[in-house]
Structure formats: C-alpha cells, structure tokens
C-alpha cells in the first residue's frame, strides 16, 4: 500500500454486522439463534423484523467492497 493513504481498507472479513442497538453481543446471539428457528414464533419473527434481520437476511453475508467503499465514502465526506 502506498503511505499516503489514510483511509482503512478492509482486506478480509466474515459475517454480517450485528444491526445497531440490538442489545450488544448478547442481544446478537439471541437474534440470530432466533434466526436459526425451523418454525419462527410470533415473538421471534416481531424481534427480527423490529432489528431488520428478517426477508432474506444472511448472517454469513460480507461483501468486502462494499465495506471498503462506505469508508471511502466516509473519508472522501470527512477529510480536511
């Protein structure tokens, strides 16, 4: 990489991102053991629809561009 970059760049991952205010690690772990569900319940389906983990979210989804170009967005907005 060239030293005068100062935007980070992600150069591997896995998995999707907890959704913001799910209940931090914990509040994660419930979601997605409730994703796992065969047959959801009423209550699971409320809780993953409420933290917009439902209509085909994918738990091991990472797209590494797409990473990279919101931080490069996010720099371009924001640098002096």
């Known amino acids: ?5 100062h935007c980070p760049v ?3 991952g896995r998995g999707a991102c907890p959704p913001e205010d799910c209940g931090g690690i914990w509040g994660y ?4 053991i ?3 569900q065969k047959i ?3 209550d699971d389906l409320e809780r ?3 933290a917009g983990m439902d209509d085909g ?3 091991s989804a990472f797209d590494k561009q797409a990473v990279n170009a919101l931080f490069k967005e996010t720099y371009e907005n924001h640098k002096a």
Do not use: F, G, Y
């Not at 772990?29 to 997605?32: A, G, P, R, S, T």
């Open 1 to 5: 990489l060239a030293r005068d970059i």
């Open 10 to 12: 992600v150069t591997a």
């Open 29 to 32: 772990e419930d979601l997605l």
């Open 34 to 36: 409730r994703c796992k």
């Open 40 to 42: 959801p319940s009423d």
């Open 48 to 50: 993953l629809e409420w």
């Open 57 to 59: 979210w994918d738990a």
